[in-house]
């Protein structure tokens, strides 16, 4: 069905077409709507759901723990400082190994106190071994909640579906939405990989572990991440297969002969999408490579790819607050310090707190790659000093 | 109510050979209350002494599933438990009917996970949380919390030459859990064993959210000897320093009353976490402080017996 909707309105509807079994959550700008909307289809019997109106997020992701263990389908969804203090609890969810289904309206982490889109909240819980995906359009936020349930059971991982807070979350965008009933069939009955409430075989979930086993506790949760990327390729491949579209763990716009590409995540590549047009139309060889999963951090696939450009602006929506830029550039230096071909890297920050990012923006970073050089280590896009 | 003889046939689900100190209350009543909860069980419990003695992989004395996930995090994640029922209920994915227990210490109910619990209560998720009480964060070295009594020396409280231990007294935890209007609230104490068992057998039938507090006294935290924990635990009911009783159905029920009402002082001496209060100059006065308020309290709770509290 081909329908008008905000990022918040997607969501909730992939949440309606996925129809889970348990959503705890709490309300917070700029995801509020999307669980809202979904208290309306638990109103109206228009979902099998129980939905738990917990009184903070800290209580939302303990009780998904709890349901997610229980043997139930769980979903929620915030936001910046809902997450925030949801962090202890992620670590929790990661290491018991719950595919708990989680969307954020990514926003910018106080203080000073900021509503708006950028990436410091998700990025701020990325060693808590949470799958994430970032969408760069309303289209993909639903598409990606839907594929991230599947991923997430296949994996026995949690996961995040981040879509650009207000960018995204309140932006109207024309989607294209499947039928229920294929969602529900394609992704299936739950099936847990264990279950407290089985009496016939008693567990104890989240044992004290000393120094004897929790590392190796550790080491089969990293296992689980390493071997997380084939499960995102194999599920986006029978996604693509069943619904005739589809995305990929690393996207490229206009790269074929590319020198300079920028690499980012996010709404903020459409902007990008329109600056490599306008430069391909003035001859200059540039494009795009777009991140959609930060997690597992997918390696195997970005050092070969951005080894063939001579420069790579790395486009940050969050900044480490290290004086060494943002997370993107941090771990592509990494990923490429050993590669036999390494490209140019140049750190940009751009868009805290909602800040516009322009095509010109865009252009203007774009002219700094195709140079090679810039006078700043780090350049913050478009701040006022 | 169970009998003792029916009790001696009943399986034991905490099972012995964990790793609690000689003499904790708290690995007392945990036995107890599982031994008196109609089966099938399903247990949270919270970071704290009882997971670390009980649970440390691979070994675990709970023969009920149980699950642990944070600190403060009992009653939060028995919401989502006790969702989850509802939901496979609802489906035809469960058939049986479960009981289920959220354990915490008075850190994680009084202060930490206070907010998860009034929440939890709040919504009306039907389980029975129960607060096993030894007044202070004693898993992480005996440091004050808000179920700490009034002049009692702990680490984060302790009794220096010019502060005398905790000023200020206790946080009336059941009290807060009435006025969330749970189905049945009540408190006991190990000591009274067969009175404990039989307000988990209540608190489970009632028809919502139950609590339960129980005093389990700590050898290391309160400084006695480990041999004395049924004792002092009784010496806490017939001082009515912790008075027993429960509410349902709008009505207070005091279920013990001690035939001589034995000064507070009496209670007070056998521990070492009062000791300053004997002999030191100014002792006497929180003493009296402390007999003033039991008694205040105990005489509340008499006139609370009388009426009818029901919205």
Known sequence: ?385 | MVGIKELCKRPELFSSGHRACAGCGEALAVRQILLAAPQPVVAVMPTGCLEIFSSIYPHSAWQVPTIHTAFETSASTASGVEAALRFRKKMGRLQEEINLIAFGGDGGTYDIGFQALSGAMERRHKFLYICTDNEGYMNTGIQRSSATPYGASTTTSPAGDLIPGKTQHRKDIVEIMIAHDVAYAGQTTVALWRDLMTKVEKALAAPGPSFLNVLVPCPLGWGYRPGETIRISQLAADTCFWPIYEFADGRYKINYTPKEKLPVEEFLKTQGRFSHLFGAEGGRAIVAELQRYVDAKWSLLQKKQEALCTP
């Open chain 1, 1 to 385: 069905m081909i329908l008008a909707k905000t990022g918040n309105e997607a969501l909730a509807l992939a949440m309606k077409h996925i129809n889970p079994d348990v959503v705890a959550a709490y309300p917070i700008t700029p995801s509020t709507e999307i669980v809202q909307i979904f208290s309306t289809y638990v109103a109206d019997g228009a979902v099998d759901s129980e939905f738990v109106a917990v009184e903070s997020e800290h209580s939302a992701m303990a009780a998904c723990i709890g349901a997610a263990a229980s043997g139930c389908r769980t979903m929620t969804a915030t936001a910046s400082q809902g997450l925030a203090l949801m962090h202890e609890m992620l670590f929790i969810a990661g290491g018991l190994r719950l595919p708990i289904v989680m969307s954020v309206a990514s926003r910018a982490l106080s203080s000073p106190l900021n509503i708006h889109g950028d990436h410091s909240d998700s990025l701020a819980s990325r060693d808590s071994g949470w799958l994430q995906f970032f969408c760069e359009t309303v289209q993909e936020g639903y598409d990606t909640l839907i594929q991230a349930v599947k991923i997430a059971e296949r994996a026995s991982l949690p996961a995040i579906c981040a879509i650009d807070g207000f960018i995204l979350s309140h932006c109207l965008e024309r989607i294209e939405t499947f039928e229920e009933k294929d969602v529900r069939d394609w992704l299936g009955p739950y099936r847990a990989s264990y279950d407290l409430l089985d009496l016939k075989k008693p567990i104890l979930v989240g044992p004290a572990t000393l120094q004897d086993y929790y590392y190796e506790f550790k080491r089969g949760q990293i296992e689980g991440m390493n071997r997380a990327l084939p499960v995102i390729e194999e599920v986006q491949a029978e996604f693509r297969k069943r619904f005739g579209r589809g995305y990929d763990v690393v996207e490229e716009y206009r790269t074929e002969d590319a020198e300079a590409v920028l690499f980012l995540m996010g709404s903020a590549c459409g902007t990008v999408r329109e600056a490599v047009d306008a430069l391909r139309l003035a001859g200059k060889k540039v494009g795009m490579v777009k991140l959609r999963v930060y997690r597992p951090w997918p390696h195997q696939l970005l050092k070969p790819l951005l080894q063939r450009f001579k420069a790579v602006g790395v486009l940050d929506r969050a900044d480490t607050v290290s004086s060494w830029g943002g997370h993107l550039f941090t771990e592509l230096s990494s990923t490429l310090y050993d590669a036999p071909q390494r490209p140019k890297l140049l750190s940009y920050v751009y868009g805290l707190g909602g800040k516009e990012f322009t095509p010109e923006d865009a252009a203007g970073i774009f002219a700094e790659v195709l140079s090679g050089s810039k006078p700043e280590m780090v350049t913050y896009v478009g701040v006022r000093s």
